[in-house]
């Protein structure tokens, strides 16, 4: 059951990766826009159905995603029963999350270019803010309990040999490779404006699948 679970979870963060891909792949020319930063040029000449598949194809990736971490704690309660539990418990509220989170990204676009059929910039700019201040305590807070505090967790669990895993193991997480996908963009090279930064988390979330194989 523990490997089987581990590599759906390989699978849905793989999965997760794509829709992250069609939701974000802008290219070099894309410009943010507003004070916020929080509009982009490309979402003009972005196809719709990427949006659209994006969150049908996030709908699957996320339940899939999370079997990996499960498989992981299953590991853990073999010894370790209560923060198995209770990392358990954080990570599926941040998995609920992770998939509002998506479908808010695939949405912002859409507003856009909808709003801008009317060339009112001001006015897409207005609603796409409004929005994100309305939903920005769930989002963080969620955003922390799926990728920041499990990732942390598993590396202090590794280092106290509570996980029996290598020390190097410690970078399969999503916050460490969602940081290395941002010193990739930092680089300002054009291969990596969009690619690895805009699904490196997805790519962590699978690595939690791959940590569970190497500690069964």
């Known amino acids: 059951m523990i490997k089987t679970l581990a590599i759906i979870g390989i699978i849905g963060g793989l999965l997760c990766a794509v829709a992250d891909l069609l939701l974000d792949i802008k290219g070099p020319?894309?410009?943010k826009i507003g004070k916020a930063g929080m509009i982009e040029s490309a979402w003009m000449n972005m196809a719709h159905w990427r949006f659209v598949w994006s969150d049908i194809l996030a709908m699957f990736a996320v339940p899939m995603y999370s079997c990996g971490f499960i498989s992981l704690m299953?590991?853990?309660a073999k010894k370790?029963?209560?923060?198995?539990?209770?990392l358990t418990v954080?990570?599926?509220?941040?998995?609920m999350g992770g998939f509002m989170i998506h479908t808010f990204l695939c949405l912002?676009?859409?507003?856009?270019?909808?709003?801008?059929?009317?060339?009112?910039?001001?006015?897409?700019?207005?609603?796409?803010?409004?929005?994100?201040?309305q939903i920005y305590v769930p989002f963080f807070t969620l955003y922390s309990m799926l990728v920041i505090i499990p990732a942390i967790a598993v590396m202090v669990l590794i280092a106290l040999g509570m996980l029996r895993a290598p020390l190097w193991c410690m970078i399969l997480n999503p916050l460490v490779i969602q940081i290395f996908?941002?010193?990739?963009?930092?680089?300002?090279?054009?291969?990596?404006?969009d690619a690895p930064s805009c699904c490196a988390a997805s790519?962590?979330?699978?690595?939690?699948?791959?940590?569970?194989?190497?500690c069964f």
């Open 181 to 193: 996908g941002l010193l990739f963009r930092a680089t300002k090279l054009e291969i990596f404006i």
């Open 74 to 76: 299953m590991i853990l």
């Open 108 to 133: 912002q676009p859409t507003i856009y270019q909808r709003i801008m059929e009317k060339e009112d910039p001001a006015l897409a700019q207005k609603v796409i803010t409004s929005i994100f201040k």
């Open 203 to 214: 790519l962590g979330l699978a690595a939690y699948g791959i940590l569970a194989l190497l």
């Open 29 to 31: 020319a894309n410009k």
């Open 90 to 95: 954080v990570f599926l509220c941040g998995a």
């Open 80 to 86: 370790n029963q209560t923060p198995a539990t209770i």
